[in-house]
């Protein structure tokens, strides 16, 4: 099973800075599997980033996907206010499909 | 519009069973396998197993192996998950989600498993 580690657990910036999280795979993940989610209270995750770096529909492009390998890495540009949530990052490579743990972040 | 609607909220007690319904639309639903993950109150996303709408193959994770059972009705667009005897620890929200990249869930289920 490929464990995702997501790093770090919590992150606390102010609206207009940029967040940097990170998702490191135990083994090797084809980018193309790879994808990250945002989820706020209350309600389903969102597809944010799939194969590592593509941005899914309708999402503004302060959100960014990079990496490969083992390392993967979210930044969001310009934080809004409505970018404060959970963030989880997903691989769709091998079974078990995994999710990591997730990070929140939350404004400073 | 692609949507996926589950059913309303369960209340079970510890033994029984719950059967959670998927209903997709607005996309041709034997194109796209579906998976279904949960949530515990407070905690992470887990990946519990999927099925192929065409043909109807599933695979579970192990770790729900021998409980859980997946199936569809192509009449109706429709995939059910049942999870059967039923601990403290099964209560979540269950969402059922598109594959392959999880561009669509549903809006969850949850379910209570409380005596």
């Known amino acids: 099973e490929i464990v995702l580690t997501q790093s770090p657990g919590t992150l606390s910036l102010s609206p207009g800075e940029t967040a940097t999280l990170s998702c490191r795979a135990s083994?090797?993940?084809?980018?193309?599997?790879l994808a990250w989610y945002q989820q706020k209270p209350g309600q389903a995750p969102r597809l944010l980033i799939y194969?590592?770096?593509s941005r899914a529909t309708g999402i503004p492009d302060n959100f960014s996907g990079s990496g490969s390998g083992t390392d993967f890495t979210l930044t969001i540009s310009r934080l809004e206010p409505e970018d404060f949530a959970v963030y989880y990052c997903h691989q769709y490579d091998s079974s078990p499909i995994t999710f990591g743990q997730g990070t929140r972040l939350e404004i400073k | 519009q692609v949507q996926l609607v589950q059913s309303g909220a369960e209340v079970k007690k510890p033994g029984a069973s719950v059967k959670v319904s998927c209903k997709a639309s607005?996309?041709?639903?034997?194109?796209?396998?579906i998976h279904w993950v949960r949530q515990a109150p407070g905690q992470g996303l887990e990946w519990m197993g999927k099925i192929s709408p065409s043909g109807g193959s599933t695979t579970y994770a192990q770790r729900f192996q021998g409980r859980v059972t997946m199936t569809r009705d192509t009449s109706t667009n429709t995939v059910y998950m049942e999870l059967s005897s039923l601990r403290s620890e099964d209560t979540a929200v269950y969402y059922c989600a598109r594959y392959p990249q999880f561009d669509y869930w549903g809006q969850g289920t949850l379910v209570t498993v409380s005596s």
């Open positions: 194969g590592a770096s």
């Open positions: 083994q090797r993940v084809t980018s193309t599997y």
């Open positions: 607005g996309y041709t639903f034997t194109a796209y396998n």
